[in-house]
């Protein structure tokens, strides 16, 4: 496609269930980023995959949260039993390895009630 | 490690021109970006530097000094439309991975 494209867009969830949020970046772009943003914060790192692989899972906030990435495009990030403190927007972003610029998806609005 | 510093807001009027700084802590890494983001939306690229010295891109320009592990990004003409959250970041060379600062909030007055 011609940006990143993150679904759904916007995730209501009850507490203790899972969810899965997916990102499907430039085609091409090897390297795709997760970020957690909270309403008026930055960008707090969650993982970073070169390829299919994860040389830096240190953002994960807790055992609860996973992600992976197949075939060198889609990602899925997964929270399980969410918690009224994983409300926030989850934020995608691919770039090729060797260009710094990163495109990000408009991001998923998480409330967990 | 790698860290990058920013001031959380800057105040500026209409018109006016502002800087907004970025200071880093880093072994290693390929270039200083800027993004900008309006409230709601997501981070948009804005500029680069490789190289130390000043990069202009209409009323936008950045700076990179890697003797002063330092950069700034100067706004012009300021218009309301430019209140926005600002965001520095560089690229770690040990392995591409973008590292960000916490980002400035700016605040535009008539």
């Known amino acids: 496609g011609a940006g990143v494209s993150q679904s759904p867009s916007n995730k209501v969830t009850e507490k203790g269930k899972d969810v899965e949020l997916r990102c499907d970046p430039i085609?091409?772009?090897?390297?795709l980023y997760w970020y957690r943003q909270r309403l008026g914060q930055g960008l707090e790192f969650l993982i970073y995959?070169?390829?299919?692989?994860?040389?830096?899972k240190s953002g994960l906030p807790s055992d609860r949260f996973s992600a992976e990435r197949t075939g060198e495009s889609v990602s899925t990030l997964t929270i399980q039993r969410t918690q009224q403190e994983d409300s926030a927007v989850y934020l995608c972003a691919s770039s090729l390895r060797e260009n710094t610029e990163a495109f990000f998806g408009q991001g998923t609005r998480l409330t967990v009630v | 490690g790698q860290s990058l510093e920013q001031p959380s807001e800057v105040t500026a009027v209409e018109g006016a021109i502002v800087q907004i700084n970025c200071t880093y802590q880093t072994s290693g890494f390929y270039g200083l970006s800027w993004y900008q983001q309006h409230d709601g939306g997501a981070p948009t690229f804005l500029s680069y530097?490789?190289l130390d010295g000043l990069e202009e891109t209409g009323r936008f320009s950045s700076f990179l000094s890697r003797s002063d592990s330092y950069g700034y990004l100067l706004l012009q003409e300021l218009q309301m439309k430019d209140s926005a959250s600002y965001f520095c970041?560089?690229?770690?060379?040990?392995?591409?991975?973008?590292?960000w600062g916490a980002g400035t909030k700016l605040i535009i007055k008539p």
């Open positions: 970041a560089v690229r770690d060379v040990s392995n591409y991975q973008l590292i």
């Open positions: 995959f070169q390829g299919n692989s994860a040389p830096d």
């Open positions: 530097n490789g």
């Open positions: 085609s091409g772009h090897t390297a």
